[in-house]
């Protein structure tokens, strides 16, 4: 039977590998769909200082309620659109519409997760830029995060584009750090700001205290290497005691909010003034 006459033979005469590939197209075609209808939303994450819990950025974070799925994790997301390569249009519109919403908090910066394919296009960083120019955001308010996997082929084109962006105000984070296989060696001479210690490692502290050694030697690398400390994950107070006790300067997690949509957070940024803002009556900060 040949293809694309609109017979489609019985599934039952597939191979499950067929049936996967199949299943997979069909995903694909899903998300396509659902990308072009604005099914895709932008959901955002504070990050604070430990110190003082203030707010001083906001991760994006993509996200897909399918009226027919249900919700589909980024996770399964964001790896069928690197397959189809429609990463690429899904990363523009998330960089499009937090440069929209910027106007909510001008004076926080938003990290917007970069996949290698982004990257690796030939487009990118003038793509980038020309995003942020449209709606006057400027470089500095946008941080880019990268997993180790950007430095499995061609890292010194990565590191390249990356160091263009920088030299403009953007800064680098490294996502899941920790979690990835390259040397410390490696990550040495790539161009960053901060790294991202995974979650993993913050919900093992509490119950191992072995991780708190492990914890206490990632961010003693992060130092040597002059760049900032974000923990990931922290879902409780004394999660977060624990990190800020390890010198972990930022933290990510449930314990200050779940990613929420742009409405909820204008809301929690009212009631908790973002930090290095001006605030008159500083006594709200101290609930
Ligand atoms: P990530 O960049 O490491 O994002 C952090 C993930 O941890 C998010 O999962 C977030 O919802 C979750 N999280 C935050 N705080 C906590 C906590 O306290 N406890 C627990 N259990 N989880 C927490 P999410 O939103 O499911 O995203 C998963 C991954 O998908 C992200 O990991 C990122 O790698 C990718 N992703 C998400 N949005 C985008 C995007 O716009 N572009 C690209 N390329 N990747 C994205
Ligand atoms: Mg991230
Ligand atoms: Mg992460
Ligand atoms: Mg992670």
């Known amino acids: 039977q040949a293809k694309g006459d609109g017979v489609r033979e019985p599934l039952g005469y597939m191979s499950s590998m067929e049936t996967g590939a199949l299943e997979k197209k069909q995903f694909e075609n899903h998300l396509w769909n659902a990308f072009q209808a604005g099914e895709l939303e932008v959901f955002y994450q504070p990050i604070a200082r430990s110190?003082?819990?203030?707010?001083?950025?906001?991760?994006?974070?993509?996200?897909?309620?399918?009226?027919?799925?249900?919700?589909?994790?980024?996770?399964?997301?964001?790896?069928?659109?690197?397959?189809?390569?429609?990463?690429?249009?899904?990363?523009?519109?998330?960089?499009?519409?937090v440069c929209q919403d910027m106007r909510h908090w001008p004076d926080l910066r938003v990290s917007v997760?970069?996949?290698?394919?982004?990257?690796?296009?030939?487009?990118?960083p003038a793509g980038f830029q020309k995003i942020l120019k449209r709606h006057r955001v400027k470089p500095h308010q946008i941080e880019i995060e990268l997993t180790e996997n950007v430095l499995i082929d061609d890292p010194d084109a990565a590191a390249r584009k990356l160091a263009e962006l920088r030299k403009l105000g953007v800064t680098v984070a490294l996502d899941d750090f920790g979690t990835g296989f390259s040397s410390i060696g490696a990550l040495r001479s790539f161009p960053l700001d901060r790294i991202k210690i995974d979650r993993s490692f913050v919900q093992e502290m509490t119950t191992n205290p072995e991780s708190i050694g492990l914890v206490r030697a990632l961010v003693a690398v992060a130092d040597s290497m002059k760049l900032e400390v974000v923990s990931e994950g922290v879902e409780t107070a004394e999660q977060a005691q624990m990190m800020r006790l390890c010198g972990c300067e930022y933290l990510q997690g449930y314990l200050l909010s779940r990613p929420a949509p742009v409405a909820s957070i204008v809301e929690l940024l009212e009631a908790a003034p973002p930090a290095g803002a001006v605030v008159e009556n500083t006594s709200s900060l101290r609930r």
Request: charged share 25%; glycine share 8%; proline share 7%.
């Open 51 to 97: 110190s003082d819990m203030g707010v001083t950025g906001l991760e994006a974070l993509i996200r897909w309620n399918s009226p027919e799925l249900g919700y589909v994790s980024p996770a399964k997301l964001v790896a069928a659109a690197e397959e189809s390569g429609l990463i690429r249009d899904i990363g523009d519109f998330v960089l499009d519409r």
């Open 113 to 124: 997760n970069v996949s290698p394919m982004q990257l690796r296009d030939p487009s990118y």
